[in-house]
């Protein structure tokens, strides 16, 4: 296996060949560090940048993880954390891709006119429900709550 590099302590990276009418995009850059050069060129440096990285990536990731039961965009934070990894690290990169991916591919499933119209439907019948049940309880107990708040 050919990792492109026969120098002990330099960085192998693979790079993605997929070319639009001759330029890459930013989305189809070559997978591997992003680090500097100078930080790459040194291996202790590297390590330790790649450790900073990674207690940072954590940091943002466990935070959208706790947020994701709470009020806040949990999920937004943790792509957030997956990023800063994919700076240094091939296997983030390779999940965002995916990620993107399969975003991509939902979002024009939802596109799609008759997911559309199912999706109206649904959300049409669903707000119906909520209005009955909503009128149903004001039926049954007036706006006063059902709870004596003047005995407490």
């Given at each position: 296996m050919n990792t492109g590099s026969n120098e002990?302590?330099?960085v192998a990276v693979a790079t993605d060949e997929t070319e639009v009418d001759?330029?890459?995009?930013?989305?189809?850059?070559?997978?591997?560090?992003?680090?500097?050069?100078?930080?790459?060129?040194?291996?202790?440096?590297?390590v330790s940048w790649q450790v900073g990285v990674f207690?940072?990536?954590?940091?943002?990731?466990v935070t959208g993880i706790i947020l994701l039961p709470l009020p806040g965009p949990g999920w937004v934070i943790i792509f957030g954390g997956m990023a800063v990894?994919?700076?240094e690290f091939v296997w983030a990169q390779l999940v965002l891709r995916w990620t993107?991916?399969?975003?991509?591919?939902?979002?024009?499933?939802?596109?799609?006119?008759?997911?559309?119209?199912r999706n109206i439907i649904l959300t049409t019948i669903g707000l119906v429900i909520v209005g009955v049940l909503l009128g149903i309880y004001?039926?049954?107990?007036?706006?006063?709550?059902?709870?004596?708040?003047k005995d407490q």
């Amino acid at each position: 296996m050919n990792t492109g590099s026969n120098e002990p302590g330099e960085v192998a990276v693979a790079t993605d060949e997929t070319e639009v009418d001759g330029v890459k995009g930013d989305s189809e850059q070559g997978l591997g560090s992003r680090a500097p050069e100078f930080v790459k060129a040194r291996r202790a440096l590297h390590v330790s940048w790649q450790v900073g990285v990674f207690v940072i990536g954590l940091a943002i990731v466990v935070t959208g993880i706790i947020l994701l039961p709470l009020p806040g965009p949990g999920w937004v934070i943790i792509f957030g954390g997956m990023a800063v990894w994919a700076t240094e690290f091939v296997w983030a990169q390779l999940v965002l891709r995916w990620t993107k991916r399969k975003v991509t591919e939902a979002a024009q499933r939802a596109l799609d006119p008759k997911v559309r119209r199912r999706n109206i439907i649904l959300t049409t019948i669903g707000l119906v429900i909520v209005g009955v049940l909503l009128g149903i309880y004001l039926w049954k107990f007036g706006i006063v709550m059902p709870w004596k708040i003047k005995d407490q």
